[in-house]
Structures are given as structure tokens and as C-alpha cells.
């Protein structure tokens, strides 16, 4: 439980949404709704399959995820080094 509140709080630094976002990936994850987790950056919207979303956070709280860049597509940047 304690390791999905830190996944639900490293969101902050990268998405607008980040509540709305972690309870809908939970909803996906459980099959209550279907598509994907919507996420808000810089005022767009994205889709992004749960499996997508649940990579991007455990990489930000690992340290991996220098940030994210919104325009036409929704960038991850990496930090490999």
C-alpha cells in the first residue's frame, strides 16, 4: 500500500492531473472502466495504456525520469546515464 501512495505522489512532478490520473489507472487496472489512464500536461490530454502509465512512474520514483515534455506527443525523458 505504502509502495502505490509514492507512485501516486512522484505523479505530481509530471502530471496536471495526477489524482484524477492514479485513481483511473487503478479503475483500468481492475477492469471497472475500460480505455486508458488520461493524463493532462500543459493543458493537452493524453491516453495512456495502464501499463505505459504504471512504467513511467515506477521510473520516476526510481530516479530515471528527468521529466516530461508535452507537445504533439507525450515525451518521456530518460536519464540511462
Known sequence: MLGKLR???AS???FNNW???????N???YK???NGVIVK??????ELSPRAYGWILRANVR???KG???SNYLTVNLNLG
Open 7 to 9: 507512485l501516486l505522489l
Open 12 to 14: 505530481r512532478k509530471l
Open 41 to 46: 500536461c500543459d493543458g493537452r490530454r493524453y
Open 19 to 25: 489524482l484524477e490520473a492514479g485513481f483511473r489507472f
Open 27 to 29: 479503475l483500468v487496472k
Open 63 to 65: 530516479g530515471v525520469v
Open 32 to 34: 471497472v472502466v475500460r
Open 68 to 70: 516530461v515534455l508535452c
